[in-house]
């Protein structure tokens, strides 16, 4: 969606480095989800943001939602093969839990 | 505990064809949302369902239409189908009061 824009469109790291994911929103967030997508495979769930200021982590995943609500970071620690997939962030911008898709990243994590 | 469930997982239909897709939400979860990812694409809203009602409406086409039923699970039905229907259909479902959409492994369907 253009409303929601992720960046890079693709990453490529050397296992063990630290790495950030941006997606950014031209509407004020509801609700800011990320998932992970092996390709041509389902969603699974990381986490989901609503509070201004709000961050959460699992594992070595942390995610934050900056304080006006329309832009998210998905930090990545001591990467790892397993980590590789496609990143996207869903956005609800209009307060239904309709959510919205950016384009995704591309992560791979070389050994 | 299990998680969406989707079928079938894949579906081969010809020009003109109906489909049914089905989606079985997470135990306890009442609201259900349908999702289509073309190739290469990001997921695109369709339409999603709260306690058997439609609750919002994306770019679903006319020749599709969708219900769901008293147990929570949800059908999609997708008639005279276009090549341009071929796509990864997901269904995600939420419970009351939580926001967390969780997303089934999709079903592809194949259009000849």
């Known amino acids: 969606s253009q409303e929601l824009e992720q960046s890079p469109q693709s990453l490529i790291v050397q296992e063990g480095k630290n790495l950030t994911i941006n997606c950014t929103s031209s509407?004020?967030?509801?609700?800011l989800y990320w998932y992970k997508q092996k390709y041509g495979e389902g969603l699974i769930f990381l986490m989901m943001?609503?509070?201004?200021?709000e961050e959460k982590s699992h594992e070595k995943i942390t995610a934050k939602l900056d304080e006006k609500k329309q832009q998210s970071s998905l930090h990545i620690t001591a990467s790892q093969p397993s980590h590789a997939g496609i990143y996207l962030c869903?956005?609800?911008?209009?307060?239904?839990?309709?959510?919205?898709f950016g384009a995704g990243t591309r992560l791979a994590v070389h050994p | 505990a299990a998680g969406v469930i989707q079928s079938p997982r894949h579906l081969i239909k010809e020009k003109r064809e109906t489909a049914t897709l089905k989606c079985y939400p997470i135990?306890?979860?009442?609201?259900v949302y349908w999702y289509q990812q073309g190739p290469g694409q990001d997921p695109q809203f369709l339409i999603s369902?709260?306690?058997?009602?439609?609750?919002d409406k994306g770019s679903i086409p006319d020749r599709f239409s969708a219900q769901q039923f008293s147990d929570y699970h949800s059908e999609l039905n997708m008639s005279s189908l276009e090549l341009g229907d071929s796509a990864l259909y997901f269904c995600?479902?939420?419970?009351?009061?939580?926001?967390?959409?969780?997303f089934g492994p999709g079903t592809r369907l194949t259009v000849t």
């Open positions: 135990s306890r979860h009442d609201t």
């Open positions: 869903g956005a609800d911008t209009g307060g239904y839990n309709k959510l919205i």
């Open positions: 995600a479902s939420s419970a009351a009061f939580s926001y967390e959409q969780y």
């Open positions: 509407k004020t967030l509801y609700g």
């Open positions: 369902f709260y306690e058997k009602m439609q609750s």
């Open positions: 943001l609503q509070k201004g200021g």
